[in-house]
């Protein structure tokens, strides 16, 4: 085999360390969790549970009880307003990141330390390893949508910005994304302005002038990738200009923006009339990324779970050049590495790291019997092949038996350690009676409506949804935003393949007796669900870790209120 010997990393290196961890995964969990425990035994969450210095799994397992995060909640408050005893940590917490509250609809604060940026960095590497042997990549940069949230301050002066801030702004980062040739192509100022959209256009603009040498498409969730070139369809010949004129669209006002872009900008005619021309000769914009970078090499980011659905746009937008999911994690810490980048995303699976926390599982293959009982969850190395789990962290920032929320299947093994497939939120579900439809049963739904659409050339630009039960029986409302106009007959059609499309027993034999009524879908005007994006902007979410309410609850008043404000049509269905 070729040894990819780059800057700082040696691939082979990474790929032996992961076999001999994933060779003894369960070997590895247990001096894991030895070592959090250690670490942390003087810790007051772990020593009022009477561990007493006792670090092996079992006795973990009876002393410290299963929790979600709102168990932890005075934990984490007391922390952030500045008390820095040993509370879920023996050294004190110094950041938190805030989770980006889109999935829940809350906001929350979760730990920060070293050991995560650590995790982040071995994540990385290893995925890039695997990567990088199948598709390696040149001397180049990376064309990379990423957003900084402001530095905030919890009103105890920890770092408080979103987990994607908080690894931006370590310097630990920036040497370890160089190590693995994954250096963005835009200034600091871009990723740290103000203003997402200027940003954007800012990122949009940097990729351009440095057509040549990209060699990759980023960002932490694909939805950022496609908005990005939404976004160029509308602003392209503006970008065209820029470069002609080695000026600055006066579209982008942040003074420190400005300045950084403007020393990257002078006159360029030849490069304009090029992307004029590539952009002109597109039919419907299909490949336009390998035609704007024809270096590069792959596009990358997370595409699993929520991010299906913008699946069908963004291979539009990539036409030939692979997609490439990238790993599994959460604010909470990672979990899980993308090891076969050949996979397709929608087969994607993740390769849990032994070594970066402890984790368990809850077997969820009778949903109703586990909403009851005690869950027991199961090792690492204990779990099946095809079954479902929810998964439970004990990470190294004082997280322990902590219920993270997301369902898992198991798919196979990469040596002793499982192949997870992200499957959904455990806590996303439809229900009225005895229905429930998770947040991919919505997806697959959506999927067989917008295929009635796609025979009008039309698509599915994005989507939500909602119980209303202030009518009696209550029913399901969908909402759906689409790139133009349909006729009603298509419209109504769509209503009725989404109704018959909700397969659950539940679901169905509720309909069927009128237990739910019919299911309505409410078409909201285009820029509807940009309008979401911007609600959570300004609470201080980025881009980078949105993630579209799917379901939105009925404490989520605002985003009610603009999908409910903004419907151009209604339609019920007439399925059953
Ligand atoms: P946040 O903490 O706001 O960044 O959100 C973390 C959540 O994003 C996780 O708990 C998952 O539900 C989801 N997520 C993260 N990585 C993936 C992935 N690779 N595939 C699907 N969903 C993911």
């Excluded at 030895?34 to 079992?58: F, V």
Aim: charged share 25%; proline share 5%; hydrophobic share 35%.
């Amino acid at each position: 085999m070729l040894e990819k010997k780059m800057e700082g990393i040696n691939t082979n290196k990474v790929i032996e360390e992961f076999e001999a961890s994933t060779k003894d995964a369960g070997g590895v969990q247990r001096e894991t969790l030895k070592k959090i425990l250690e670490e942390n035994a003087s810790a007051e969450y772990l020593q009022n549970l009477g561990l007493n210095g006792k670090t092996d799994p079992e006795s973990f397992k009876s002393c410290v009880p299963l929790v979600t995060h709102e168990d932890l909640e005075a934990y984490i408050h007391r922390i952030a307003e500045g008390d820095s005893s040993s509370i879920l940590t023996g050294k004190p917490i110094l950041d938190m990141s805030l989770s980006s509250g889109t999935t829940q609809g809350k906001r929350k604060f979760v730990p920060f330390n070293d050991e995560l940026m650590e995790n982040t960095l071995q994540i990385f590497r290893t995925s890039f390893a695997f990567r990088n042997r199948e598709f390696p990549l040149e001397e180049g940069k990376s064309l990379q949508f990423v957003y900084s949230s402001k530095p905030g301050k919890t009103k105890g002066g920890l770092g408080a910005g979103t987990a994607t801030t908080n690894l931006f702004r370590n310097s630990k980062y920036k040497s370890g994304m160089k190590a693995i040739q994954f250096q963005g192509c835009s200034p600091d100022e871009v990723i740290f302005g103000p203003d997402f959209h200027q940003s954007l256009y800012c990122h949009l603009l940097c990729g351009l002038l440095f057509r040549e040498e990209i060699q990759s498409v980023f960002s932490t969730f694909a939805h950022s990738i496609v908005l990005a070139f939404r976004r160029f369809e509308q602003v392209w010949e503006e970008l065209c200009n820029d470069i002609r004129d080695g000026e600055l669209s006066s579209r982008v006002t942040a003074l420190s923006v400005r300045m950084a872009m403007q020393k990257l900008l002078r006159p360029n005619p030849e490069l304009a009339d090029l992307i004029y021309k590539k952009c002109s000769g597109l039919s419907n914009w299909y490949g336009l990324i390998p035609e704007l970078f024809p270096n590069a090499k792959y596009i990358y980011g997370i595409m699993t779970g929520s991010m299906e659905p913008y699946l069908k746009k963004l291979r539009h937008y990539a036409g030939e050049l692979p997609l490439m999911s990238a790993d599994y994690g959460s604010s909470e810490g990672w979990i899980a590495a993308n090891v076969n980048p050949k996979l397709p995303p929608e087969m994607a699976t993740f390769a849990v790291l032994p070594n970066i926390g402890y984790f368990e599982f809850i077997p969820l293959q009778d949903n109703a019997e586990c909403m009851y009982k005690e869950p027991k969850p199961v090792d690492l190395t204990e779990v099946k092949i095809d079954e479902d789990y929810e998964i439970v962290v004990t990470n190294f920032a004082g997280l322990y038996r902590y219920r993270l929320g997301d369902v898992v299947r198991v798919m196979g093994f990469h040596n002793s350690t499982p192949e997870l497939k992200f499957v959904c939120r455990r806590n996303l579900i439809l229900s009225i009676n005895i229905d429930k439809n998770t947040e991919k049963d919505l997806q697959l739904s959506v999927e067989e409506a917008g295929k009635l659409l796609a025979e009008e050339k039309l698509e599915v630009v994005d989507f939500s949804s909602l119980v209303d039960v202030s009518t009696d029986p209550g029913h399901y409302v969908i909402f759906l935003e689409i790139s133009g106009e349909a006729s009603e007959e298509v419209l109504q059609e769509c209503c009725n393949c989404l109704d018959r499309s909700f397969v659950d027993a539940g679901y169905v034999s509720s309909r069927k007796v009128k237990a739910i009524g019919p299911l309505e879908l409410r078409v909201v005007w285009r820029g509807t669900f940009l309008k979401i994006l911007e609600h959570y902007l300004g609470l201080g979410t980025v881009v980078s870790q949105f993630k579209t309410p799917r379901c939105v609850g009925p404490m989520n008043i605002k985003v009610q209120q603009i999908l409910c404000n903004n419907v151009a049509k209604t339609y019920f269905s007439t399925a059953f």
